[in-house]
């Protein structure tokens, strides 16, 4: 209630001249003539005078005096020319940066997806917009839909289901479906290799000796980590020995390096698998699939920028 005499104060102040009126006088002006003004603002002559004498009387106060036909500026336009330029430069900086920051588009992506899937979906996206401007934030699941809740992130592309809670401010959709993969060092310390199996290149373990091998995972709050938690650790002894580590490249480094077992992403380890510097680790009875989310805000405003990005990762997508 006490903000209602407030309100009323400010909505008769709502100033009545426009920016249409400003923009005729300050032609009218320059140009000297409201047939020369029309011309430059693709305006009847008749929408022009009009423009110009309601100006005049919601200033109350004459801008120009009528000498037979001519308008010559009087002695209070100057003073009026000068602020109405001011005025309308400062509309034309504000449409300047609606139209940059409709250009912007920051982009979340959890680790795996930002290093190794979302750099062929940017050079799409700089073909069909190449004057784009566009800001990554590459962090573990769990950070980047804590930044989608705190609209700092557009838009954003996740390995992990985003927690029940955060339904209320973030939609999802089912983006892409990825494998984990178990992988070792070929001749690993940590396998016998009457476990290899050399027609399908790989070793083939239970789940028993399994673990018993030290495993090299992604940390906690990672989408990768979840999987691993849900999908494959309940389903082993407590017994397993974990090193958790926060980067993909290290956790593939260190497997190369016959420090144990690693488990990542197809797609972080397929050009290793390829070259066979790392061969898989078949497990009976463990299935890695997941489902990749595309994240965002409720409340984002969805800008043309924003939509050709959805429309380029739905062109990939599955259906939910």
């Not at 110009?52 to 009528?66: A, S």
């Not at 330029?85 to 940066?97: K, R």
């Not at 956790?251 to 790392?278: P, Y």
């Amino acid at each position: 209630m006490g903000q209602q005499p407030f309100l009323r104060e400010n909505s008769a102040i709502m100033p009545k001249i426009t920016l249409k009126q400003l923009a005729v006088f300050v032609s009218i002006y320059q140009l000297g003539s409201t047939s020369r003004a029309s011309a430059a603002l693709n305006l009847s002559q008749s929408a022009v005078s009009s423009a110009l004498m309601t100006l005049e009387e919601r200033l109350k106060m004459p801008l120009f005096e009528r000498v037979g036909r001519a308008l010559n500026p009087h002695p209070n336009a100057q003073a009026i020319f000068i602020q109405a330029q001011a005025i309308l430069g400062q509309a034309q900086t504000l449409e300047h940066y609606y139209e940059h920051k409709a250009g912007q588009l920051t982009i979340g992506a959890s680790t795996t997806i930002g290093g190794y899937v979302l750099p062929e979906m940017l050079a799409g996206l700089y073909q069909k917009m190449p004057d784009a401007d566009i800001k990554l934030v590459i962090a573990n699941t769990q950070e980047i839909v804590t930044e989608v809740e705190q609209l700092n992130i557009d838009i954003a592309l996740v390995e992990g289901t985003p927690r029940p809670e955060a339904a209320k401010a973030i939609e999802r959709k089912a983006w892409r479906t990825d494998t984990l993969v178990l992988f070792a060092k070929p001749n690993s310390q940590w396998l016998d290799n009457r476990y290899f199996n050399s027609a399908q290149n790989c070793y083939q373990l239970t789940q028993e000796k399994l673990a018993k091998q030290p495993l090299l995972v992604r940390e906690m709050g990672s989408g990768t980590r979840q999987i691993i938690d849900e999908q494959l650790l309940k389903q082993l002894p407590e017994t397993i020995n974990i090193m958790a580590i926060q980067q993909s490249e290290a956790i593939k480094n260190m497997v190369l390096a016959d420090i144990g077992i690693g488990c990542l992403s197809q797609f972080v380890i397929e050009n290793e698998l390829a070259a066979q510097t790392l061969v898989q680790v078949k497990v009976g009875g463990i299935n890695l699939e997941r489902l990749w989310w595309l994240v965002w805000h409720k409340a984002r405003h969805q800008s043309p920028i924003w939509q050709q990005f959805v429309d380029l990762a739905i062109d990939e997508s599955i259906d939910p």
